[in-house]
Nanobody, 119 residues
Framework: QLQASGGGLIQPGGSLRLSCEVS????????MAWYRQRPGEGREYVAI???????LYRNAVKGRFTITTDNAKNTVDLQMDSLQPEDTGVYYC???????????????YGQGTLVTVSS
């Protein structure tokens, strides 16, 4: 189960930090990520961090967003700075999880948290 928190209303130029915790029983986490769905558009990836620590960001958020994990707590955070109105949307956390040592990686998503950037 993935539980996200931290969304809200913020003025342009402001900052928000999203957090997500993975709970339950599993063997390993392959990657963790954040996706978003902006109004009228499909879901798009925002940032991903792999188990070894490599990160990828979509171009629109590079230099403004930072994804981090706490492997001991099975959490993933998204620090969002210099927020703009086009960042408005529902943000979903994602994790690729193997239930057992021999299980394939399956993708799980949290329930989504709304971020609204508006003056």
């Amino acid at each position: 189960q993935l539980q996200a928190s931290g969304g809200g209303l913020i003025q342009p130029g402001g900052s928000l930090r999203l957090s997500c915790e993975v709970s339950g029983s599993f063997f390993s986490i392959n990657h963790m990520a954040w996706y978003r769905q902006r109004p009228g558009e499909g879901r798009e990836y925002v940032a991903i961090i792999h188990g070894e620590g490599t990160t990828l960001y979509r171009n629109a958020v590079k230099g403004r967003f930072t994804i981090t994990t706490d492997n001991a707590k099975n959490t993933v955070d998204l620090q969002m700075d210099s927020l703009q109105p086009e960042d408005t949307g529902v943000y979903y956390c994602n994790a690729g999880i193997s239930a057992t040592q021999s299980s394939p990686v399956q993708n799980f998503y949290g329930q989504g948290t709304l971020v609204t950037v508006s003056s």
